[in-house]
């Protein structure tokens, strides 16, 4: 399972990489999937045992105008969950 944090801002996206480089956690910003929208095109992909870390940075660092999925594969198709996170 991995997690896609989508943004509506390049900046924010941009911000969260590197926060996220600092914290050692294994993530990349790749093009945002077409099944997700969001304003500025670029999404971090994560690892899903990253998430609760993921978190935590996210709420510290107060990033907002952002939608969290988990994707998971089965048949060779991606799949694009919601995750509300409180």
Do not use: W
Request: proline share 3%; charged share 30%; glycine share 4%.
């Amino acid at each position: 399972m991995d997690l896609y944090i989508a943004f509506d801002s390049t900046h924010d996206a941009i911000r969260c990489e590197n926060l996220v480089k600092e914290a050692q956690i294994k993530a990349r910003l790749i093009p945002t999937p077409e099944h997700i929208s969001a304003g500025c095109g670029l999404t971090l992909k994560a690892r899903g045992e990253d998430y609760d870390r993921l978190m935590e940075l996210i709420q510290r660092e107060k990033l907002v105008n952002r939608s969290i999925f988990q994707v998971t594969t089965e048949n060779g198709r991606k799949h694009f969950t919601p995750v509300k996170d409180d």
